[in-house]
């Protein structure tokens, strides 16, 4: 579900952790095809095959969850999303980490409150800040 696709993400970089989520979504697009996943997801074909064929960090998480959910093992998008969510926002709590400090301590120009509102789904959020916050919360938590 995008935070478990990688195994110590705290000890990776943060490019790291984003090619593990890449990864995880092209296994699902090879698994259905990229015809089926672009249907069935939502998703824009050329997006499905630009993670075919190499990296996407601009893609939305939430448009992540979409062809993730195209794998009938997993939840649905909406399910994958909050699940995400409470998985960031307990790694926050556990670390005692505020809005602030994550946005100062992660290299993606944004302010504190630009990191709540993405954590909280209020404004978009791409594999590329989730990697980042997502790296920095498991090395402050397991570091």
Known sequence: MLYDA??????QSPAAVRNAYEAQL????DA???ETAAVDSGVDPDRISAIENG????LRVEHAAAILAVDAE??????IVLELR??????????????????????????GQEVQQALEGRTEMTLEQ??????????????
């Open 6 to 11: 990688i195994d110590d993400p705290g000890e």
């Open 86 to 111: 409470d998985h960031l926002l307990m790694a926050m709590t556990t670390g005692v980490v505020d809005v602030d400090t994550l946005a100062a301590n992660v290299d993606l120009d944004l302010s």
């Open 130 to 143: 989730l990697a980042a916050i997502h790296h920095f919360l498991a090395a402050r938590n397991h570091g």
């Open 55 to 58: 990296a996407v960090p601009d």
């Open 32 to 34: 259905v095809g990229a």
């Open 26 to 29: 092209r296994g699902v697009v």
């Open 74 to 79: 997993r939840p649905d998008a909406e399910a």
